[in-house]
Structure formats: structure tokens, C-alpha cells
Nanobody, 128 residues
Framework: QVQLVESGGGSVQTGGSLTLSCAVS???????MGWFRQEPGPGKEREWV??????????YYTPSVKGRFTISRDNAKNTLYLQMNSLKPEDSAMYFC????????????????????WGQGTRVTVSS
């Protein structure tokens, strides 16, 4: 049974940093993992933040966070990370880690419905 548990969220001021962690259990790392975020309110869909390939050799980010956020993975600790620097108020959201089922097919999607396993989320609030 795959379990993903996020932690590390909190409140910071503009320009600050946070590192989110996602404790992973029961997952084989055979496919892509990623981070998504969702603002509160009706009609707000989960937004792709970034993904990491199963071998950890490649990461991809949405343009709004590229250069500020970094995804990494420590297989020995069974943990996925999201290092967030130079935070902005528009980064405020609930952040989720996610994993795809099955075997990697040379492509990591950026749409949340293509991911099969989810954590419960951790909230990030950035004040101006």
C-alpha cells in the first residue's frame, strides 16, 4: 500500500524559504513523482509545480517556480523534497506530493489526474 505524507509547510514572509518533505512508503520509485499545489476556493484546480523522473536524473518545473524551487529525492530516507526559495505571496497554497503507478514511459506528465497516489497536503502561506 502506497503512502505519501507531506510535512514542512508553514507561514513565511515574502522572500523566505521552506523545505517540504514527503515521506514515501510502499512505492517502488518505478515512475514519476511530483509536487502539485492548490489554492482554496471553488473551481481551483490542482496546479503542477514540478516532477522528477524515476531515476532522479531529471526534474521539470512550471515556469512560475523555475529557478526558485528544487525537487530532490533521497531514496535511502524514502523521502521526496521540495526546496522553495524566494517565496512570493502567489506561492501560497496547499502543497501535495504525488506518484504515478506503473512503469515509466520516457515521459512525466504535468496534469494532476495522471498521478495515482497522493498525500494529504501541507499548507504554505507567504505573507507580503
Amino acid at each position: 500500500q502506497v503512502q505519501l505524507v507531506e510535512s514542512g509547510g508553514g507561514s513565511v514572509q515574502t522572500g523566505g524559504s521552506l523545505t517540504l518533505s514527503c515521506a514515501v512508503s510502499g512505492y517502488s520509485y518505478s515512475n514519476c513523482m511530483g509536487w502539485f499545489r492548490q489554492e482554496p476556493g471553488p473551481g481551483k484546480e490542482r496546479e503542477w509545480v514540478g516532477v522528477i523522473k524515476p531515476d532522479g536524473g531529471g526534474t521539470y518545473y512550471t515556469p512560475s517556480v523555475k529557478g526558485r524551487f528544487t525537487i530532490s529525492r533521497d531514496n535511502a530516507k524514502n523521502t521526496l523534497y521540495l526546496q522553495m526559495n524566494s517565496l512570493k505571496p502567489e506561492d501560497s497554497a496547499m502543497y501535495f506530493c504525488a506518484a504515478r503507478d506503473g512503469v515509466y514511459r520516457n515521459f512525466c506528465p504535468n496534469y494532476w489526474r495522471n498521478f495515482d497516489y497522493w498525500g494529504q497536503g501541507t499548507r504554505v502561506t507567504v505573507s507580503s
